[in-house]
Structure formats: C-alpha cells, structure tokens
T-cell receptor, first 115, second 115 residues
Framework: GEDVEQSLFLSVREGDSSVINCTYT??????LYWYKQEPGAGLQLLTY?????DMKQDQRLTVLLNKKDKHLSLRIADTQTGDSAIYFC???????????????FGQGTTLQVKP | EPEVTQTPSHQVTQMGQEVILRCVPI?????FYWYRQILGQKVEFLVS????????KSEIFDDQFSVERPDGSNFTLKIRSTKLEDSAMYFC?????????????FGPGTRLTVL
C-alpha cells in the first residue's frame, strides 16, 4: 500500500544544516514533494523532485532522492529561526498512464531552530 | 502572488448538522482537491475534481460528502450529517492543467469542530 514515513522531530542550532528524512513505499511515485507548514497557516510548497532525478537544488534547499531505497531527504543550509515549522514529505502516484494528482503525505517533521 | 483562499477559517457545528466549506482556487487552475488533517494525524486525500466531475476519491469520501463548483470561482465541500470524527482541518488545493499540474497549491485550511 501507499505509505510515507518521517521522523517526528528535529532540533538544530541557527546556522547549522538541517536534514529531514522521509521514506515511501510506492514504487510508482512520479513526483515527491516537500511542503512547509507554519503555525496557523496552510501547506506551502517548498520544492519537488521528479522520480527520475537524484538531486535538486534550490537556493538553501537540496533534495536528494534514492529511488532504490525509496528515501527522500531535504537539506536546509544555514538554517534560520524562520525555518522553524512542520515539514511534510508527500508523493504523487502514477496509475497507468495518468497522474491523478492525489498526494500521500507523511506525518510531518517538526523542525525546531534554536538561536 | 495568487493564492488559494478558504472560508470560514473556523466552523463549529453540532453533530448531525450539514456544513459547507468554501474554497476559491487560483483563477487559472483547473484541478481541485480536498484534503483533511485530523489533529495529530497525517494529511489525508479526500477527493480530486476536474472538468466538473470527481476524478478520484478516497475511502473516506463516502455518501455524506459531496463537492461542487457552483460557479466559475468557488469550489465547495459539503458534509451532509456531521459526525464527531469529522472534526479536522480541511485543506483545499488547486493545480494548473498541463506539465505544471504537478504543483498543488494549498489554502490555509478550515478548522471544523463537531460538538
């Protein structure tokens, strides 16, 4: 079945790098996503990676995908206090020739950045 | 920057009552979604909607739920007879047609409390 798992909590010091990990089970995933949720706010799309890529970099964010191990990570360089939030990993599923758009989410990792 | 909006931000209702949650997707988007997040649990897919019909729905989306695009701008989720277990944060999302439809943009959510 479709399942996405994340560790629940990560604490880092301001200026350090943060690495948030995610594992998924469905090998037919087409896109994998990282969303950020700040308190009281909705889900903000941070970045995504297509399943045939290994890495994607976008400013301070680096996404690594190990398709063999079904492991996805998000690295935030020079983590700031404003990065404190819940980070959700999600996958979209390919069924036949269509991508339904349905997203399967992990439970979210709470990132705490200490000054 | 265009964004998905949702109203109300918080809805309190009595068990057995009908509620309608409203969403205004981004104006040039054609794919629409509802998700929900019960407190402490994962964000769960409910339904996707395209071209005035449901394209996919989850097991959660039973006969008490319905969706509608009553005009060119609103997308609604109706829960006919609310139960205590329907208490959750409900998120609307939208995406464009074509190669970029993989990017789903989420609204801030409606917190539904069923008493």
């Amino acid at each position: 079945g479709e399942d996405v798992e994340q560790s629940l909590f990560l604490s880092v010091r301001e200026g350090d790098s943060s690495v948030i990990n995610c594992t998924y089970t469905d090998s037919s995933s087409t896109y994998l996503y990282w969303y950020k949720q700040e308190p009281g706010a909705g889900l903000q799309l941070l970045t995504y990676i297509f399943s045939n890529m290994d890495m994607k970099q976008d400013q301070r964010l680096t996404v690594l995908l190990n398709k063999k191990d079904k492991h996805l990570s998000l690295r935030i360089a020079d983590t700031q206090t404003g990065d404190s939030a819940i980070y959700f990993c999600a996958e979209s599923i390919q069924i036949g020739s269509s991508n339904t758009g349905k997203l399967i989410f992990g439970q979210g990792t709470t990132l705490q950045v200490k000054p | 920057e265009p964004e998905v909006t949702q109203t109300p931000s918080h809805q309190v209702t009595q068990m057995g009552q009908e509620v309608i949650l409203r969403c205004v997707p981004i104006s040039n988007h054609l794919y629409f979604y509802w998700y929900r997040q019960i407190l402490g649990q994962k964000v769960e897919f409910l339904v996707s909607f395209y071209n005035n019909e449901i394209s996919e729905k989850s097991e959660i989306f039973d006969d008490q739920f319905s969706v509608e695009r009553p005009d060119g701008s609103n997308f609604t989720l109706k829960i006919r007879s609310t139960k205590l277990e329907d208490s959750a944060m409900y998120f609307c999302a939208s995406s464009r047609e074509g190669p970029t439809r993989k990017e789903q943009f989420f609204g801030p959510g409606t917190r539904l409390t069923v008493l």
